[in-house]
């Protein structure tokens, strides 16, 4: 059984800084981990990911130079470093694991979730 756990959430002042952890458990497969982020009402979108194959890394526009994404392949454990944050960043953010290669832009590339953490940035 397949359990993908994150933590880290919280509330924080524009301008600060969080970090989300993940840690997969029960996976054979693991060819990257992704986070995505949904707020009220929207869709849920892509954030950031890492291919562990090569240690790429992938970020959406709207947080690129602003978040970093980090793991451990051999934990499957995945961070999400954010900073300068704004109340734009207010979501519930979500870490999902890749078995196996596709787009890690997508959320349909991805085989488990987790069921989220909440961000809140507060102006």
């Known amino acids: 059984q397949v359990q993908v756990v994150e933590s880290g959430g919280g509330l924080v002042q524009v301008g600060g800084s969080l970090t989300l952890s993940c840690i997969a458990s029960g996976t054979s497969r693991n060819w990257a981990m992704g986070w995505f982020r949904q707020a009220p009402g929207k869709e849920r979108d892509f954030a950031a990911a890492?291919?562990?194959?090569?240690?790429?890394?992938h970020y959406a526009e709207s947080v690129k130079g602003r978040f970093t994404v980090s793991g451990d392949n051999a934990k499957n454990t995945t961070y999400l470093q954010m900073t300068s944050l704004k109340p734009e960043d207010t979501a519930t953010y979500y870490c999902?694991?890749?078995?196996?290669?596709?787009?890690?832009?997508?959320?349909?590339?991805?085989?488990?979730w987790g069921q989220g953490t909440q961000v809140t940035v507060s102006s």
């Open positions: 890492i291919r562990w194959r090569d240690s790429s890394t």
């Open positions: 999902a694991v890749m078995e196996y290669y596709n787009n890690p832009t997508l959320r349909k590339s991805y085989d488990y």
